[in-house]
């Protein structure tokens, strides 16, 4: 979910760890990544948040008392790589995670148009600033693509065509990053934890270019709150499978957050980094989306929400840093 997630018109686009990953012997299953970790013996869970905003940085993480291993926002196509941001996010001591969204079309041909070279120019200025900026990157492309509410998901590149108009698009992408030496940029494939529509065509694995195009996995989920209330392994646990089956590469939540309301945030919250911890060792970095919107989705959003993040994230388990 970006800023203008469910929300968007179609009518008119508003453009918009100390963690080490411990080390034995490299794994031939995994890339060069300078994000990806190298064995299986590390242990931990990186700590990320969308902060909406990076004035509000500082103010976070006061709040969770715990510095940010990455820092997530969003950058809408035709916008440049944005250096003065991330060298910002690296002032910090964090990794920059940027969603870039290809808000380039009302119809169908977003996807077939990237595929097509349509947009190169802008593909490889991109990709060659964040060669240039030169610090270590993550860059999710098109998130959510299972869900309805995208240009480039795949309700809206055709139905049952979509997932192979998405796979061609994200290859081609892929390939322009590596044709560039871009290695300093690591690629996160993020769908959505449900598939919307439920269509046979529509499955997260039919959107999946294969592990020599993506460097890490991601999930993104939501607690809607109300008569949505879901707790953290019924919104997550089936799709964690999924994808763990399907790829060995490291996997993080792209984005989470829970509703103030409908339930008890605070102890959804510490149920959440509890089940992080013990039941999904994948799991290597969380994104918190702490932002009011369609629901108040930040840790704040009580006093008690805000104590029990607080709590939660003072587990070593929970990582300030990301280092190969």
């Known amino acids: 979910m970006s800023i203008f997630a469910r929300s968007w018109p179609f009518v008119c686009f508003i453009v918009f760890f100390p963690l080490i990953f411990f080390t034995s012997c490299a794994r031939s299953d995994v890339t060069s990544s300078p994000l990806t970790p190298v064995s299986g013996d590390y242990s931990g869970c990186g700590i990320g948040a969308f902060t909406n905003g990076l004035d509000n940085l500082s103010a976070f993480q006061s709040t969770v008392g715990r510095n940010l ?119 996160v494939w993020s769908p959505n934890h449900a598939n919307l529509p439920t269509e046979s065509w529509n499955t997260v694995a039919a959107y999946y270019p294969g592990d020599e195009y993506v460097d890490w996995l991601g999930i993104d989920g939501y607690n809607w709150g109300n008569g949505e209330w879901q707790e953290f392994g019924t919104i997550f646990n089936a799709t964690y499978l999924s994808l763990t ?44 989306f702490n932002i009011n919107k369609e629901r108040d989705w930040r840790v704040e959003s009580s006093p008690t929400s805000a104590s029990a993040a607080r709590n939660a994230l003072q587990d070593g388990y929970f990582l300030d840093k990301i280092l190969r």
Do not use: Q
């Open 245 to 288: 089956a399907l790829s060995a590469r490291p996997l993080m939540i792209g984005e989470f957050a829970c509703a103030e309301t409908g339930g008890d945030k605070a102890a959804w919250i510490g149920d959440a980094f509890n089940k992080m911890r013990n039941d999904y060792p994948r799991i290597k970095l969380f994104n918190w």
């Open 69 to 187: 291993a990455v820092v997530l926002w969003y950058v809408s196509w035709e916008e440049p790589f944005p250096k003065a941001d991330a060298d910002k996010v690296a002032a910090n001591g964090s990794v920059p995670l940027i969603t870039w969204e290809p808000w380039i079309s009302a119809s169908a041909e977003t996807l077939e148009a990237i595929a097509s070279g349509s947009h190169e120019s802008y593909v490889r200025a991109f990709f060659l600033g964040a060669k240039e900026w030169g610090k270590p990157l993550f860059l999710r492309f098109g998130h959510e693509m299972n869900g309805n509410w995208y240009p480039w998901d795949g309700t809206h590149s055709g139905g049952a065509t979509g997932p192979e108009k998405y796979k061609r698009a994200w290859r081609y992408i892929y390939n322009i990053k590596k044709s560039l030496g871009a290695d300093n940029v690591t690629m």
